[in-house]
């Protein structure tokens, strides 16, 4: 089985690069079934939705545009409960479609703080879309529209997710070897 080393940790292969290719294009044309002929603004929360942001609009098939708003909850591998917005947006939301692209959902307060930010916004409709999504430790109410992969309470890396800064550049999914 294909291994990580970061820091003093390892990881273990969890899922491959060619099923999450699968999963993004699947996600894809769910939206876009979804919304039809609207133009959807895509914003990737950064920094862990880089990747999975510049996958989606690579398989959307209509007309779409993209934008980023920075936050982050993580130190290390547990959630802080607290989250700092770095990034704001400068788009005008009023009456658009929107479509927040995180790369992974866990106890959902990142989602709940851009979710309230977006809200206050004039917008037509806001749509949720997870790469990873871990039920067990999410704690919120949100209606969660799309979800590539939900998956037990462990600790990934790859595919623009990091164990402190690292491991973003693994094309496959790693979890924290027990
Ligand atoms: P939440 O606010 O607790 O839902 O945490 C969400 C954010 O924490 C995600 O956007 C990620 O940046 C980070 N995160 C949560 N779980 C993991 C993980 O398993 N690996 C790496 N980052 C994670
Ligand atoms: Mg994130």
Do not use: W
């Amino acid at each position: 089985m294909k291994s990580a080393k970061l820091y003093d940790k390892s990881f273990d292969c969890f899922i491959e690069s060619k099923k999450i290719n699968l999963a993004v294009k699947r996600l894809a044309k769910e939206i876009k079934t979804d919304l039809q002929e609207e133009i959807p603004l895509f914003i990737g929360i950064l920094n862990g939705s880089f990747i999975f942001t510049a996958d989606i609009m690579r398989s959307y098939e209509g007309n779409c545009e993209i934008s980023f708003l920075k936050l982050a909850s993580y130190e290390k591998t547990s959630s802080t409960g607290i989250v700092n917005q770095l990034i704001g947006l400068n788009e005008d939301l009023t009456n658009r479609t929107v479509v927040i692209l995180e790369d992974i959902i866990d106890t959902g307060t990142t989602l709940q703080t851009v979710y309230d930010l977006l809200k206050k916004e004039p917008v037509k409709q806001l749509k949720v879309a997870t790469l990873f999504f871990k039920p067990e430790v999410f704690r919120k109410e949100l209606h969660i529209d799309y979800v590539g992969f939900s998956i037990p309470d462990h600790f990934i890396v790859g595919y623009g997710l990091d164990y402190d800064g690292l491991g973003r550049n693994l094309p496959d999914i790693y979890k924290l070897s027990n």
